[in-house]
């Protein structure tokens, strides 16, 4: 193998401990308690009296009896003018889903308390510029309720969401779809919907600031300082992966994450002790949770900003807050499972506005005092982002190698020729298994690339994808750590690289399983793609060429329903090069997700004529003895431990005067990007014998061999037994693709 | 709509009370502490003195101290011969590793000590019967330990594990594969291996036995009641899904079952604590499990067998027995994860036979009397079957009707002409979802399949899955009750499903969410169709049909993936006609799953031409106009919702004097399945004008359309709109379809 020299690409070629990379030495500032809190308990005082005026009018008319008393301490006042703006939430929530004749309004009006507060007094954000690096971010794993999520960055400034855009609720092209969609609207983070998912990213946002605050943070400068917050419902704590997804919060203590459950007691088939009667502060508090109970079914919202001050002052657990709400709150449905989701009756949409003393108003009524209201928040944000700025010029000026490090993760964690870095062989190289040549290419990627983490579901070393000369990431004791020990939680696993990948952080996240357990994180791979998160996705044990470990164990379907994710790329390289190519296509693909599909078993050879080069074009001719002016007689077409299979094959043939071309259908869906010449050249139309060898369901491969081409695949399950006796029963042996092939030349 | 009468159908005819069937007013009996503990309780006093004092001789060899005092009480002695029995497991699974060259040693040794105990002294099992009805049911979650369960059946007496199997483990074609599958070895329930299934599928035993306990039990008379075991391990509590299921097994109250938490602090990468420090019998309480923990470590069976009992006594909760055992016990990799898998070193090897005094004994010794000794655990199977079979007399002389009915289920649940009971549609009867079709199916099949019982993971209203007829299963208000309450937990569902179809009580599970969310349970689904578990899954809002809610929503590479998974029926019916195809075969294939893909949105008509004999073929022509003389010149080949877009088309381009034929490919496999002479009858090879409609990812198709055909289909992610909307954007209209076809018509 030639390995590349690796100091030109170093972003620190004077450091020369490649052993200890500078992260791994820099000390980790104490994480002090939030300083968002100040802003909480001292709310602004107004200046201005004749805006005050107008609230009190506007207050004063919705309230008479809390107006009585004439006279207000700051807070009180703040608390009434909040109270009528989240009257004002809900509101806009009601028109837009009356215009919208859909929508899902029972979650929405229930958090309109919670999540207008957040926006109005917490998050740290900038609303003029949403990707804003030191953000909080927030999730809303709840994703039905996006319809609140849209109101509240309507009215925070947001100029993704216009008001004409919370009156195209759910219309093809809104801006504001039936989820959110982080690839649709400025200031949603991650698309969500499904449940569950949320917690699960919310987890990856908030190990990303974690880890890339003790690379970089030093004792006199936090760079790397900010919140995660998310939302769940009784749905998502109810799946599987949020459980997975808090476990390893807990165990990694990270305590800037915050969750916030809306507790409602009800879900889309009823009241939740239908199916769910566990005490869910308890089970947080095994996995090692800070759990605080609030009730906001009245709208006082003091006990909730005591929990986030609670919550600021945590240094190790994250926080649970569980709050009490009403679903479908104002509604006559309201405290049921009627309101979850669909339209109001007229009557109840008038009463809905009496109640709210909302007289006449036309739909979709901003209160004027409302946007300025919003806009200190705003103005806050703006002020935070200059001063992070500023922290960041001081940090540039005294830090100068962290600095460019910090920036080039900024700009997406990619140094210039990196992709040099990655390992090349040659024909008289020592075969390995795809996995063997995985584990080189990952680990000079990670030299390079100062993004590059990730880890396994508890198969680090069958997987091969431990970073050797990393540590873990285990807070506290090693935060900096580049490998990530998920446990036996794929599905957490997944969930959380989409929050890696998401975060902003330049961080190029990996995560690892057996091909087999796709299965556990599909919904988690197809967000990937969603939400164009470049997650990639290493699994080996790709076949049935895994043994002895049986059908429970051998992927047979699973590539088929990957490659029919939209946009991801899914990979089975065949070789040394190969693996290094499909690697170089998925670490430059920041937009999409891509999978790597590795074997268990050594592949047979370094082949000549595989490449890098024709990794990225999806398809291409590997070898072939036709001359200038003939096509072959034959086309081999394989993938992955196969591709030697049809090269094997080739050399009998071609001993017996066929010509035969071999080629290499690594990535199906880059092939078929590719324009029609070049895959006219590759495979020509006037070649009509072709096999293709897969070992896995022929579901899709006549497309590329033909109407008269032979499929050699996988239709049932595969056994368990030694790995060459399980290919030949199964048909995958020279002898048996020579013999098909011969029979098809025959004819 | 034709609805047929069911009278004729009902097992009943007299009860008349349709509404209330009978097994809604059976009175629940009390649910007594388990007589299981007497022999727990009572160790077998030893006769034949011969036979205790080749014991003696054997035990005085092995641990020459605890022989010093000569004489031994019953119990002591027991405990002792036990021990002795438990060295030789150990030896059997370190011969049989070290013979295969590869599987799982490391917790077949750390559980040994329970696994036999278990084998020896509880499970009330006829090892000559492995399939007796009554039998206690246990499931290795932690299915890689399998070699375990191996060396225990053959002990026990079990015909399907000689010992020439344990010497053939993991060989191509053995009954001793690599992990442990239900259709290969009698005696094991389920196939496990994908960590945390075996749990969802255990509490899916201890339901069916609530619930069949309820149906059919008497005051006088118990013709159910058994329990459930399942060993978990440290992989299968981290993840997702058995926090799901053990969720629901403690809302069900589900006290008969006993989850068995194998805690020997090791997984494949190293110590758990690398990624799992939360409080896991804290969590279990919190989910409302009893809980106890024991120490097994030195082989001391006494506080296990005190935990059995504390869970026999148990009237309400689920019971978690957290063991405390060491990995890979009596190797010097002991304790570690290096012994989770893979063979020992000779050195190794050599000493763990020394410290079990050993001494030359061939590999794969079985002490004599060890035979004898388990005989009398199965003397008590055959025991308990004679006396099982005494009551069954007892009750079909008193309980006639009730009889009838188990054996029906017994039997499998079908009745004769069942089928008969699917309504049927005419082209004038009003139309409707696919969804709605779905559900007048569903119910009325639920009046004549005794054993047809399921749910949705939250979305019975949506999926139309509610049995009207029938309450809900709620344990201990309402456990005859067959609509299934699942909460938002869909891998947990399907896993629970799998221990439905697989108890051998009968029972026909269904389960159902959105076809977006099989994503959530797809490893299960695949688990059904390895252990022939004919599981009906019901999958609504299947394409981008859907609208509103957007593509996190919208399936579009779903459908591939699931046609992909061997045995697997998948279904995509059209209308009335051929939902209830679907049904009638999905309802027969009891050996295989199915998945019936269903619309949310209402389909355009019922068609003249579809029926539920073509569903059986699986595709056949709906209409074709051609002369008999003639073939179409083009076919339009449709699914679901799209076949009447096809029809529509049909109809315009008939209408301008061409011969149009419209197929139906309502499940691929089925189609596949046919002989040659049927298929190229419905799709000629002559006719290679070909158009396939179908709202999902294209793979596949072209097997079906040829190279000339056109592939109509999505490979996008879909979008949030008005389901026309949406519909049209992609590209799913009559005129659409109409000018393809008349383009390919025109070449």
Redesign the interface.
Known sequence: MAAMAMSSLLLHPNSGHHKRPIYKITKLPSRKPFSCKSSLLNPTKIQDQNYKLSWINEIQEAYPSAAAGGEYSDEEFQELVDRRCVDNVRMLIVDSVQR?K??HPGMALGMADVAYFLYRHVFRHNPMNPTWFNRDRFVLSA?HGCLLQYVCLHLAGFHSVKIEDLQRL?????RT???P?NTVTAGIEV??????QGVANAVGFALAEAHLAARFNKPDVAIVDHRTYCIMG???A???????AA??A??WKLNKLTLIYDDNKN????P?D??????????F????WNTITVDATHSNMSSFKNALLDAFNETQRPTLIRVKTCIGKLSKKEGTSKAHHGIFDEEDEKQMKEKVKWGTRQPFYVIPMLHREMQVQAGRGEELEKEWHSKLNYYQSKYPQEAAEFKCLLYGGMIPGWENSLPKWSTSDAVDATRGYSEKCLNNLAKVLPGLIGG?A?????NKVHLHDYQ?F?NPVSPWGRNI????????MAGISNGIALHGGGLIPFAATFL??S??M??SI??S??SHAGVIYIMTHDSIGL???????QP???L????????LLVFRPADGNETAGAYRVAVANRGAPSVVALSRQKVAANLEGTSADGVERGGYIVSDNSLDDHLPEIILIGTGSELCLCEGSARVLRREGRRVRVVSLVCWRLFDRQGVEYKERVLPPGVTRRVSVEAR?T??W??YV??EGVVVGV???G????YL??FK?FGFTEENVTRIAKNLLSK
């Open positions: 919208a859909a929508g994703g759910c219309q093809l092209g809104s779809p039936g989820h969609e698309t969500t919907g499904p449940l569950g009784d749905g998502c109810m799946e599987g992966i949020s459980n997975e476990s390893l807990a165990h879900t889309i088939d009823g939740t239908l199916a769910f009667t566990e005490d869910v502060t308890l089970r508090k095994a996995l090692g396994s508890d198969l680090a070393s069958s873990d285990q020990r998920y446990g036996v939680r794929e599905h957490a087999t357990f299965d556990y599909k919904n197809r967000l793609a969603l043994g002895e470990d049986g059908p429970t164990h047979v379907e699973h088929v329903g990957l490659r029919a994710i939209p946009r369901s579901i899709g006549r497309e033909g109407p239709d049932e399950f056994a368990s037994g030694a006796d399980t029963k």
